[in-house]
T-cell receptor, first 112, second 112 residues
Framework: SQQGEEDPQALSIQEGENATMNCSYKTSINNLQWYRQNSGRGLVHLILIRSNEREKHSGRLRVTLDTSKKSSSLLITASRAADTASYFCASDSGAGSYQLTFGKGTKLSVIP | DVKVTQSSRYLVKRTGEKVFLECVQDMDHENMFWYRQDPGLGLRLIYFSYDVKMKEKGDIPEGYSVSREKKERFSLILESASTNQTSMYLC???????????FGSGTRLTVV
């Protein structure tokens, strides 16, 4: 079952621009997480936002969460060529759930 | 630096073979997970374990089994490999519920 769905599927921007990716999910959650994957490699955890938080920052990353709309967004400011990767949101299924369900990802290309 | 190590980066096996994919973590994490990743389908959970000798089915357990005899090691077993199990297999671990995952680099399995 696909809990999270990212939008857009692909995004191409110039270096220095901001990149925004969106994620929607279906059921109540305890937390939502964002991951990055460079081509052919494992995923790297970027940031976790809990259901009682609305916004969180980490370096050039800003994540928002709207539980009433069951949606989240990831903003990468002042993008760099090295940010080129696929980005995934992942959510749990509320209290007592161990596992995360991942979306299909947004493929970000940052052009130098 | 914390690590999840998957024993092989690339693997080629024949149809009908029994295949073992090994995953070891050095972080004393309680939870371990096996996902497969396919183009257009994203990451799908095969099995997970929240304690030694405990296992739970994920979304697509058919054709797979797992073993967790020690806390640090979680093995994925393809009982009789088939071509539709050709995929990227990703192992992950987390300390407990509500924390981010640490992923291994992945094993790209081709069944011929």
């Amino acid at each position: 079952s696909q809990q999270g769905e990212e939008d857009p599927q692909a995004l191409s921007i110039q270096e220095g621009e901001n990149a925004t990716m969106n994620c929607s999910y279906k059921t109540s959650i305890n937390n939502l997480q964002w991951y990055r994957q460079n081509s052919g490699r494992g995923l790297v955890h970027l940031i976790l936002i809990r259901s009682n938080e609305r916004e969180k920052h980490s370096g050039r990353l800003r994540v928002t969460l709207d539980t009433s709309k069951k949606s989240s967004s990831l903003l990468i400011t002042a993008s760099r060529a090295a940010d080129t990767a696929s980005y995934f949101c992942a959510s749990d299924s509320g209290a007592g759930s161990y596992q995360l369900t991942f979306g299909k990802g947004t493929k970000l290309s940052v052009i130098p | 630096d914390v690590k999840v190590t998957q024993s092989s980066r690339y693997l080629v096996k024949r149809t009908g073979e029994k295949v073992f994919l090994e995953c070891v973590q050095d972080m004393d994490h309680e939870n371990m997970f096996w996902y497969r990743q396919d183009p257009g389908l994203g990451l799908r959970l095969i099995y997970f374990s929240y304690d030694v000798k405990m296992k739970e089915k994920g979304d697509i357990p058919e054709g797979y089994s797992v073993s967790r005899e020690k806390k640090e090691r979680f093995s994925l077993i393809l009982e009789s490999a088939s071509t539709n199990q050709t995929s990227m297999y990703l192992c992950a671990s987390s300390p407990s519920q509500g924390y981010g995952y640490t992923f291994g680099s992945g094993t790209r399995l081709t069944v011929v």
